[in-house]
């Protein structure tokens, strides 16, 4: 790079990196920050350990790749919780779409309560919704257990969806529509091949936090469960006692697949966008 | 629609069986956004319109901002929905048929292209709406891309494109479908200067190549003066004249439309008692506007004038000539002093004050046939020719609430 620049535009660069190294330096402390627990739990599935105490390095080893699926309960815990998450990205996605368009787009009577009351519902303590969910759940007679879950996390899920689409919707410029119905498209299919083409990377990232927020459940989980076992529930009654290293290898795998998807939604957005 | 009357060619062998009618009517059109819209006068944008924009023409809306005339484009695309009166296309009523039935194109001010698809996709949109063959669609999207020419950019993105590509996108993916009309809303609005007058010229080319009728709507009066085969005026939602370029240049109707056409004179007076005699045309009666000391303005007489009513009459800036001495006989002369003059290259413009204290403005051409090129501060007299005197209809009354019978001035 260096060899092809002309002399003062190597200096004027070398200077300013001097000039921003102390915020390069507070940037990497804060992505180390962010990135420590990751590296630790991606580390100890690698950890030769021997029996359930995972704290110490004894060593590197696969094994726990292995096998990944040696302790049947922790399986059955992530199959249903992947299982929950998958239906609540589809559910919550599906019914917080609409409504992060309809933000976006329109002025309505009652705009500002819907606002009000999607940002209330993030606000809200997690403990106090598991809670009250449970209540509810028992004075309308519900048997607690997957369904309920789902009930729960699609609950919580919605208006991460309606956010992110909303979002999404404002950059949206409302004639592209009107070009394609302009053109022959009726309304469904002006919404289908120009509006939801360009929402996409809107909604996806939405269905992907609800995935996300979904699997990571506890609080509200526990309280709505029960006798169903989630992952995080497995993890948190795994705990007492050593947790084997076969949850950093899941945890490990279950990030991993995150950043994938993420990193394509991103590549798609970027596309669509020319 | 049927996809039929799409692959068909531009109408012509339509007029074998229907008599060769308007392409589009408004009749007695008003849209009143009710209490929604602040500001537009009276509450409606447009308040009673009345338009024939005959088959293959190129017609033009021309006005300021808010004077209605993009709410009119919009009501025959059909995205707004007219409060009262009909619009017809090719004789049928359109009031109440979604914009995706109505055999018409608009061409937007910001182009709306798909920034998700390939340029050629784009183009094919309509077509591949109403199924056309694909074979079909390949031929006909290869073949307008080649008459925008952009026939090698068919891959790229819009957003890779330049505002003068990305325009003739837009206008390529609304003619491949052979609209019965193509709306264009400011087309031009967004290229530069350079960019525009040479887009002028190639819509020109393109609407005379494809003969579809073309209704253009813009603010710019020079753009609407080049392009236009007809120009509607439109003023605070009415149709002040309609007309070809030269009739509404240089006989506008309303001193609006000679305010807002071209740089205009205009002056004013009452009908002198004795002002009626038969000018230089035979046969043609002609009236007088006494200004007082020798000053007066000789004028086609309005139809039922009276000696003694007031009257408005408007002349162009390069009919006037300058002299030194007062001409004599039955023309018009005002006296006035010059307080500005401007070298433009071509011609020269000089700003006359006159006597009575009303600005006029001059132009006279630099080819050295000037009878007078005065300086600053210069005393000069000013003349024209009786046919350059346009009397002016009284702008129509603000009505405080017209109701959607107000009729529109011709």
């Known amino acids: 790079m260096t060899t092809t620049a002309t002399p003062s535009r190597t200096v004027r660069r070398r200077r300013a990196v001097r000039r921003g190294s102390g915020l390069r330096l507070w940037t990497w402390l804060v992505i180390g920050w962010l990135l420590l627990p990751i590296a630790v739990m991606i580390l100890f599935g690698f950890n030769d350990t021997s029996g359930k105490v995972n704290f110490t390095w004894q060593g590197f080893t696969l094994t726990w790749y292995e096998h990944l699926f040696a302790i049947p309960n922790l399986t059955d815990a992530l199959l249903n919780s992947l299982g929950i998450g998958l239906v609540v990205a589809v559910v919550a996605t599906l019914l917080g779409t609409p409504i992060g368009m309809a933000l976006g787009r329109y002025r309505f009577r009652g705009r500002g309560s819907v606002d009000l009351l999607l940002f209330a519902a993030i606000a809200a303590p997690e403990i106090a919704l598991g809670a009250a969910l449970l209540s509810l759940f028992i004075i309308l007679g519900v048997p607690r257990g997957y369904g309920t879950v789902v009930v729960a996390h699609v609950a919580f899920c919605i208006p991460y969806v309606a956010i992110t689409v909303r979002a999404r919707m404002a950059g949206y410029d409302p004639t592209l529509e009107e070009a394609a119905r302009d053109l022959g498209a009726g309304p469904w299919t002006a919404f289908r091949l120009v509006t939801l083409p360009m929402l996409l990377p809107g909604v996806v990232s939405g269905a992907l936090l609800c995935f996300a927020l979904s699997v990571d459940d506890y609080v509200i989980t526990s309280f709505n469960a029960g006798r169903t076992v989630t992952f995080p529930l497995w993890v948190y009654s795994a705990a007492r006692t050593g947790v084997p290293p076969q949850v950093n290898v899941m945890g490990t795998l279950i990030f991993a697949a995150g950043l994938l998807v993420a990193g394509a939604n991103v590549l798609l957005a970027r596309r669509r966008a020319g | 629609m049927a996809p039929d009357t799409l692959a068909a060619p531009p109408p012509a062998h339509d007029t074998a069986t229907t008599p060769p009618g308007p392409a589009i ?386």
């Open chain 2, 25 to 410: 009517s408004l009749v007695d059109v008003v849209k009143d956004y009710g209490g929604d819209r602040k500001g537009a006068a009276n509450g409606a944008a447009v308040r009673g319109v009345d338009l024939d924009i005959g088959e293959g023409e190129f017609f033009s809306l021309l006005g300021p901002s808010g004077c209605g005339k993009t709410t009119t484009l919009r009501m025959i695309a059909g995205f707004e929905e007219p409060t009262g009166g009909r619009i017809l296309l090719h004789g049928r009523d359109m009031v109440g048929v979604p914009p995706d039935q109505r055999d018409v194109n608009l061409v937007f001010q910001s182009y709306a292209l798909f920034p998700h698809l390939s340029v050629a996709d784009n183009v094919a949109f309509g077509l591949r709406r109403h199924r056309v063959p694909k074979g079909e669609i390949h031929d006909r999207v290869d073949r307008m891309l080649h008459t925008v020419e952009l026939a090698d950019k068919a891959d790229r993105r819009p957003r890779q494109l330049s505002g003068g590509q990305q325009q003739r996108v837009a206008l390529a993916r609304a003619l491949v479908n052979r609209p019965r009309a193509l709306l264009l809303d400011e087309p031009l609005g967004a290229l530069d200067l350079k960019l525009r007058q040479s887009m002028q010229l190639e819509l020109k080319r393109i609407q005379r190549e494809v003969g579809i009728t073309f209704v253009y709507v813009t603010h710019d009066q020079a753009e609407a003066l080049t392009m236009s085969d007809r120009i509607a005026v439109m003023n605070g939602g009415l149709v002040e004249q309609v007309g070809p370029p030269r009739e509404v240049y240089e006989r506008p109707a309303t001193a609006f439309v000679a305010g807002f056409i071209g740089t205009s004179n205009v002056l004013s007076g009452r009908l002198a008692d004795s002002g009626t005699g038969s000018g230089a045309e035979a046969g043609a009666r002609t009236g007088v506007l006494d200004l007082g000391d020798g000053q007066q303005v000789v004028l086609p007489l309005p139809e039922g004038a009276a000696a003694g009513s007031p009257v408005e009459v408007t002349v162009r800036p390069e009919k006037i000539t300058l002299g030194a001495a007062p001409p004599t006989g039955r023309v018009s002369r005002i006296r006035g002093t010059v307080e500005e003059v401007v070298y433009l290259g071509t011609s020269s413009s000089y700003a006359v004050r006159t006597a009575t204290g009303t600005e006029l403005t001059v132009f006279q051409p630099n080819d050295g046939t000037a009878a007078l090129t005065p300086g600053r501060g210069d005393t000069v007299w000013l003349t024209w020719a009786t046919a350059h005197s346009y009397p002016l209809a009284p702008a129509p009354a603000p009505a405080p609430a017209p109701g959607p019978d107000a009729p529109a001035p011709r």
